[in-house]
Every structure is written in C-alpha cells, then in structure tokens.
C-alpha cells in the first residue's frame, strides 16, 4: 500500500534585498523544527524510501536537517516541478517519480503542498482532517495512505494517518 509524506519546508528567512525567493535560507526555529518532526517521523517510523524535493535552498536545507533521521540509502530527487507547483503538476510529478517506491516523501512549498495534502484524504481522523483543511504551517507533516497504486491517485483517494505540526512536538511553531 504506497504511503505518502508531505513536508512542507521549515521556516525561512525574510528575501533580503535582491534576493531570489528561489534562493531563501532556513531560519535557526526552522531548523529546530525541522529536527523535532524528524524524530518524531523516526520515532513513529515513518521512514521514506524515495524523497521528491524542490530545489529550493529552503526545500534543500529542510530535507538536510530531516537526513540524519531517515536511512542512509534513502533516494532524494531534485524536481524543479515542485517549485511554484500547480496541484495538477505536484500530482504528475509524484505519479511520475513514485513507481518504485512505497512510501515516497515530498518536500514542498505553500500554497501547493497545503492543497494537496487537503484534498488527497477522502478519509480519515474527522478532527485531523478539519486541522490540516484550516493550515498547513511550516515544517508540517501530513502522511497519507492509498490503497491504489500511484498512478490511480487521485483527490480523495486517501486515507489521512497524521498530521503533525512542529507545535505539536513542542518545537518552535510555524507560521
């Protein structure tokens, strides 16, 4: 049964001036935040075997901070598709990446990673569902499971197994 982890990135600094949002760094709570929801997907098991993340500096450098809590031989991806991602382009890139995996992690940005992980569940916890329908904060965890190959995934064909925030785990809070 594929499972599906959707990260949305950690806290990032502020464009300084001139700066490309592309190339934004993590603040020091992202990173906090990011190591918090890194043990707690460690602890929980919740183990990818495959990474799909932005090339972002702020996607690089959460996926960095997640790394010492995932095995070494886990795959990670750079897809430029997740960058800027329409729903309907974050959903190719994962049916068009995932075939070898079982449970694929994706790190992403706002807006898209939020529309995505709320409208992949059709079922779930009725409370987590409402959580993660009103906000989708930085360094956020929603894990998902299908019961449908990849290729069938489609807007509520999931069942929602968690949904974490960094708040949750006593971390620094995202926005």
Known sequence: MPRLFLLRHAKSTPALSGQKDFDRPLAER?????????RHMANEGYVPDLVLCSPSARTRETFEELRPFLPDHVTVDYARDLYEASLGAMLKVITS???SSERL?????????????ATLP????PELLAQLEARFP???LAVIDFSVGWHEVRQGSGRLVAFVTPADLGAPAGD
């Open 122 to 125: 059709g079922d779930g916890d």
């Open 138 to 140: 930085t360094a956020s």
């Open 30 to 38: 992202g990173r906090a935040a990011t190591s918090a929801v890194g």
């Open 97 to 99: 990446h995932a075939d």
């Open 105 to 117: 992690l994706v790190v992403g940005h706002n807006p898209s990673i939020h529309r995505l992980a």
